[in-house]
């Protein structure tokens, strides 16, 4: 496997993201080969400070960067020649298997759909984000998390099938139960879209929906994978990252619970609905984190993860 990454990405650019590097390849020797995209001089100067590592390493210069903040649309067309551009390029054409990368997210999803398209034409691609267990256990997914803030009743079926697909085949969940986040359990409960969505989910032979769930129920292991708008899971995401910070302040991020509340340990959010594999990292990920987002963007590539989700939706 070769993964791709853009090392010009996130705030703490690229010290960080070349440091993740480095732990990935030295935590998992041989696992895969790392294909580093972003400025000539510093890939040459890591490459010559870390001669060790170089036969796993690819170099691709790219000269251009973007921004945290451009437009991602308009950054795609005028930067043609930055990191991300020419990552997705390479995936697209299968020089790499993966593609990741801390910084721009919404270039990244633009480009991932623009670059490799869509499984299917009128899916809409979306972000998952790992949710651990008050309890314990195997963690479970939310999504969307903030990849299309206004979400159709008949998108939470897809959302429920892309969920059902990753947890299978990443955390290895045989039968994944399926909530949808809601503000009550009942059928008749919830807005518009969540009581249209509920109909169309009870009706999909191919899940295992068991209904809605509340708020209190995100984190216990009622549902596997929990599926919302992507408004509502990114205010649940940012409000999660929250509480990890608070228990840290605390002196309680020892406590299993708080502890795998830490973005770190997920390394970011994978791009589900696209042809091939693309994950994004938190914008303030560290070498840490960025270490885990190589591995998680590997564990989809090797499990052929798009593919999985192109079989499933067409039998949904």
Same mark, same amino acid.
């Given at each position: 496997?070769?993964?791709?990454?853009?090392?010009?990405?996130?705030?703490?650019?690229?010290?960080?993201?070349?440091?993740?590097?480095?732990?990935?390849?030295?935590?998992?020797?041989?696992?895969?080969?790392?294909?580093?995209?972003?400025?000539?001089?510093?890939?040459?100067?890591?490459?010559?400070?870390?001669?060790?590592?170089?036969?796993?390493?690819?170099?691709?210069?790219?000269?251009? @960067?973007? #921004?945290?903040?451009?437009?991602? $649309?308009? =950054?795609?067309?005028?930067?043609?020649? +930055?990191?991300?551009?020419? /990552? !997705?390029?390479?995936?697209?054409?299968?020089?790499?298997?993966?593609?990741?990368?801390?910084?721009?997210?919404?270039?990244?999803?633009?480009?991932?759909?623009?670059?490799?398209?869509?499984?299917?034409?009128?899916?809409?691609?979306?972000?998952?984000?790992?949710?651990?267990?008050?309890?314990?256990?195997?963690?479970?997914?939310?999504?969307?998390?903030?990849?299309?803030?206004?979400?159709?009743?008949?998108?939470? @079926?897809? #959302?429920?099938?892309?969920?059902? $697909?990753? =947890?299978?085949?990443?955390?290895?969940? +045989?039968?994944?139960?399926? /909530? !949808?986040?809601?503000?009550?359990?009942?059928?008749?409960?919830?807005?518009?879209?969540?009581?249209?969505?509920?109909?169309?989910?009870?009706?999909?032979?191919?899940?295992?929906?068991?209904?809605?769930?509340?708020?209190?129920?995100?984190?216990?292991?009622?549902?596997?994978?929990?599926?919302?708008?992507?408004?509502?899971?990114?205010?649940?995401?940012?409000?999660?990252?929250?509480?990890?910070?608070?228990?840290?302040?605390?002196?309680?991020?020892?406590?299993?619970?708080?502890?795998?509340?830490?973005?770190?340990?997920?390394?970011?959010?994978?791009? !589900?609905?696209?042809?091939?594999?693309?994950?994004?990292?938190?914008?303030?990920?560290?070498?840490?984190?960025?270490?885990?987002?190589?591995?998680?963007?590997?564990?989809?590539?090797?499990?052929?993860?798009?593919?999985?989700?192109?079989?499933?939706?067409?039998?949904?």
């Amino acid at each position: 496997m070769n993964i791709g990454i853009d090392i010009m990405g996130g705030d703490f650019a690229p010290d960080a993201t070349l440091e993740g590097v480095k732990l990935a390849l030295n935590a998992w020797a041989g696992q895969f080969h790392i294909t580093l995209f972003g400025q000539e001089n510093l890939l040459n100067a890591f490459v010559h400070d870390h001669k060790e590592l170089a036969a796993n390493l690819s170099l691709v210069p790219c000269e251009e @960067v973007i #921004l945290m903040g451009s437009s991602p $649309v308009r =950054a795609l067309q005028e930067k043609q020649d +930055s990191s991300i551009a020419v /990552g !997705l390029n390479y995936l697209s054409e299968g020089n790499i298997d993966a593609f990741c990368s801390a910084g721009n997210t919404g270039a990244m999803l633009v480009g991932a759909v623009l670059k490799t398209g869509v499984v299917r034409d009128d899916l809409r691609p979306c972000l998952l984000s790992t949710l651990p267990r008050i309890h314990g256990g195997k963690d479970g997914v939310m999504l969307d998390v903030g990849a299309i803030a206004d979400t159709k009743a008949e998108n939470l @079926v897809d #959302l429920a099938v892309l969920g059902s $697909v990753y =947890a299978r085949e990443i955390l290895k969940i +045989s039968n994944p139960k399926i /909530g !949808l986040l809601s503000i009550g359990e009942e059928p008749e409960k919830g807005n518009a879209i969540t009581i249209a969505g509920h109909k169309l989910l009870a009706e999909c032979r191919d899940i295992n929906f068991i209904g809605n769930i509340e708020g209190r129920d995100v984190f216990t292991d009622k549902a596997d994978v929990v599926v919302t708008s992507g408004f509502t899971g990114n205010v649940v995401v940012k409000l999660a990252e929250t509480f990890y910070e608070f228990a840290k302040e605390a002196g309680l991020d020892s406590h299993p619970f708080f502890d795998r509340l830490n973005y770190e340990i997920y390394g970011g959010s994978p791009i !589900l609905g696209v042809n091939r594999p693309v994950v994004v990292g938190h914008g303030i990920s560290s070498p840490t984190a960025i270490q885990h987002m190589i591995r998680l963007s590997w564990d989809i590539a090797r499990n052929g993860l798009p593919e999985q989700i192109k079989q499933s939706l067409a039998h949904a």
